[in-house]
């Protein structure tokens, strides 16, 4: 259960990490603000939103990394988890048998 929620997250981690840098401006969009296109109104300060936004993206790219870690020791766990199960004392595990030689050739009767 703790597998899919962390993986559930990871992947909105992903969308929303994709999302914002989509949304992000070039450098070159700044050189409009540099001369006087009234920028200093704006709701997250004389800035802009880019520090907002580089300082969000940053944030989600540490979350991204920390629950691609995680997911990763997880599935590592549970293969070895798996592997120790399989070998149980005493559980047998029946082989089909597989017949080397080829069968002869039915004759056809006339």
């Known amino acids: 259960m703790g597998v899919q929620i962390i993986l559930i997250f990871h992947i909105l981690i992903a969308i929303s990490l994709i999302a914002l840098v989509l949304i992000q401006q070039g450098k070159g969009a700044a050189m ?5 296109s009234g920028a ?3 709701v997250f300060g004389s800035r802009g939103s880019r520090g907002f936004l580089y300082k969000l993206t940053g944030s989600l790219a540490i979350a991204f990394f ?4 995680i997911l990763t020791y997880l599935a590592a766990h549970s293969v070895a988890d798996a592997q120790k199960e399989d070998d149980i004392p005493g559980l047998t595990i029946p082989v089909k048998q597989v017949n080397s030689a080829p069968a002869a050739p039915i004759k056809p009767s006339v």
């Open 66 to 69: 920390a629950t691609s870690i």
């Open 32 to 36: 409009g603000a540099a001369f006087g």
């Open 40 to 42: 200093s109104g704006t």
